[in-house]
């Protein structure tokens, strides 16, 4: 089945040591999207990918780093993770970014920061 | 700006009854609205989706929503709960234009009791 997934589930990382989430797709979607949601909170967009072209929001730390080698796979780096960095990751795929394309999401990477 | 507000962040319901789950929003451009269901452990699946058709919008395992731009509402209501509804469900607005993103209310985790 054509699906989200994200590798790892669970990520311990230590404090300031960098961290790279993944993500790939099978849905030969154009736009991959990145979410941090934490503990109880909405989903927030960190930034995403049309094809090559990236889209930064604006408030989103510059601790935050994203890579899309191909059209399958989008990482988000993390450089110096903060303890309130610690969250659930969502990564999300849709065909296009207006209002009329669904995003499917992926199970999601919860990060530990100890 | 955008928002989302979702009244409630815990309802609880008895099997067979009535579910409903508040979400107003806040939009000066014509708003298109979502609601996402969240398992345990799991990414959001959208439910369903108002893009300026229909009013009363109905959705996957049941559910339903009736946009009231009077009220500034699109509260998502299912007739019968089962058991197997027990999961957060978020409320999410965006517009017409590429490239916006989703905004999330907090939440509402539904709770449902045999």
């Known amino acids: 089945d054509a699906m989200v997934i994200q590798n790892p589930r669970y990520q311990v990382t230590q404090f300031g040591k960098p961290v790279t989430l993944s993500c790939s797709q099978t849905?030969?979607?154009?736009?991959m999207y990145w979410y941090q949601q934490k503990s109880s909170q909405a989903p927030k967009l960190l930034f995403h990918?049309?094809?090559?072209?990236?889209?930064n929001e604006a408030d989103t730390p510059d601790n935050f780093q994203s890579r899309r080698p191909n059209t399958s796979f989008c990482f988000l780096d993390i450089r110096s993770p903060g303890l309130g960095d610690a969250a659930m990751y969502l990564c999300?795929?849709?065909?296009?970014?207006?209002?009329?394309?669904?995003?499917?999401f992926g199970p999601g990477t919860r990060l530990t920061v100890t | 700006a955008q928002s989302v507000t979702q009244l409630g962040s815990h309802v609880s319901v008895s099997e067979g009854a009535l579910v409903l789950l508040r979400c107003n929003y806040s939009s000066s451009v014509p708003p298109y609205l979502f609601w996402y269901v969240q398992y345990p452990n799991q990414g959001l699946q959208l439910l369903l989706k108002?893009?300026?058709?229909?009013?009363l919008v109905k959705g996957i395992n049941g559910f339903e929503a009736e946009f009231k731009k009077s009220e500034t509402s699109f509260h998502l209501t299912k007739p019968s709960a089962h058991m197997s509804d027990a999961a957060e469900y978020f409320c999410a607005v965006t517009h017409n234009q590429a490239g916006t993103a989703l905004i999330f209310g907090k939440g509402t985790t539904l709770s449902v009791s045999s």
């Open positions: 999300a795929t849709s065909t296009g970014t207006a209002y009329s394309y669904e995003q499917y």
């Open positions: 849905l030969n979607h154009n736009v």
């Open positions: 108002y893009t300026s058709a229909a009013t």
């Open positions: 990918y049309y094809d090559k072209d990236f889209n």
